[in-house]
Nanobody
Framework: QVQLVESGGGLVQPGGARRLSCVSS????????LSWYRQAPGKEREFVAV????????NYATSVRGRFTISRDNAQKAVYLQMNSLTPEDTAVYYC?????????WGQGTQVTVSS
């Protein structure tokens, strides 16, 4: 059974930083790319970042490039999202994602609120 469990969300002041974690189980973690998505209130879920199975390749949404960093630890079966220079527009529920055999699996999400 595929499981993805996010953590690390919370209330952050504008300009602040936050690190999200996603711990996984139930699939071959070190053979798959992992992604972060987010969904703001009243908006559709959107892609944030992806990291390849070996962490050699990463890609980011334009809106977060240069501020967010995705990384992974295959030994811990975990993927991380370091978020810096946060703005209120980054407020959203952040989800960890893996696509296996053309099926998307999601965690429960972790809320990040950027506000003073």
């Amino acid at each position: 059974q595929v499981q993805l469990v996010e953590s690390g969300g919370g209330l952050v002041q504008p300009g602040g930083a936050r690190r999200l974690s996603c711990v996984s189980s139930g699939f071959a973690f070190d053979r798959n790319s992992l992604s972060w998505y987010r969904q703001a209130p009243g908006k559709e879920r959107e892609f944030v970042a992806v990291v390849s199975s070996t962490a050699y390749t990463t890609n980011y949404a334009t809106s977060v490039r240069g501020r967010f960093t995705i990384s992974r630890d295959n030994a811990q079966k975990a993927v991380y999202l370091q978020m810096n220079s946060l703005t209120p527009e980054d407020t959203a529920v952040y989800y960890c994602n893996v696509n296996l055999d053309r099926t998307d699996y999601w965690g429960q999400g972790t809320q990040v609120t950027v506000s003073s």
